[in-house]
């Protein structure tokens, strides 16, 4: 569904942001992207959003060559992807109904059917009663929840949120995960970016560290929220589970690797 190939990002001020990166992301798979500050990670957010054009390397995202994609055609590649930018881009002028009816009027549903929905995810985020609102009138985690309903409302392929529990307390990141959680469940690939070792650990799945603009590490954590993928064994498949609020830890770490080794990482703020 992704498809990078000796990816590089240079900035036109010369800075490389992403060097030599190769690695293919599959359909349904919940993704950490990791690493430290600066080391290109919502860059490889920008390149498979195509924010940003990759300058050297091969790069697909559901079968559209985002190297060679003409402009007017990038659109329809967004319509695919729900987004959770790290400083929300919420339109200040509009209220949080219309941020988050924007996506569902700009390919033309009914406005019966957005009513239903945004409604719909609202609740899903917690927000019901804010819809009059306007951004600036809410706290930072709260703009964060509007966003990342924004993100959900047409239903994506593909799910990216740059630190959607930046601005969060614990309690409530762990809330935001589980909807992820849930979401990939249902479908959708989704890709976060966390500073937040604990949630990582937490909930598993598969974690790329970039560092320094490189593919540092990629590997699995098996979680209750995340088991490994049942390989090419019979049966006995719990995937399907829904997440509950048992808050203990269950990784079994058959393949874990916590990234302990001295990165200037923010650490979360779980407590
Ligand atoms: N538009 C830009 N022009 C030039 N350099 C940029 C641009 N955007 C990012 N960079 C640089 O590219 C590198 C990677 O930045 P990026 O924003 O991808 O890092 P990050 O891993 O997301 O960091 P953080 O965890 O702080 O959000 C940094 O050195 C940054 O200064
Ligand atoms: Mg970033």
Redesign the pocket.
Known sequence: MIHLENVS?V????????NNITLDIGKGEFVF?V????????????LLIRE?KATFGKLSVNGRDLINIKKRKIPYLRRTMGIVF?DFRLIDKMTVFDNVAFAMRAIGEPEKSIKKRVGTVLKIVGLEGTENRRPRELSGGEQQRVSLARALVNRPEILIA??PTGNIDPELSFEIMKMLVAVNRRGTTVIV?T?EHELVRKFGGRVIR?AE?ELDSDYFISTKYNPQKPAPKPAGDESAAPPDDDDKQQTDGSAEKPEQNGSS??EGGQQ
């Open positions: 990002k900035y036109p001020n010369g800075t490389e942001a992403l992207i690493g430290p500050s600066g080391a290109g990670k919502s860059t490889f957010l920008k940003e790290q740059d630190e970016v500073h970039i603009g990482d923010k």
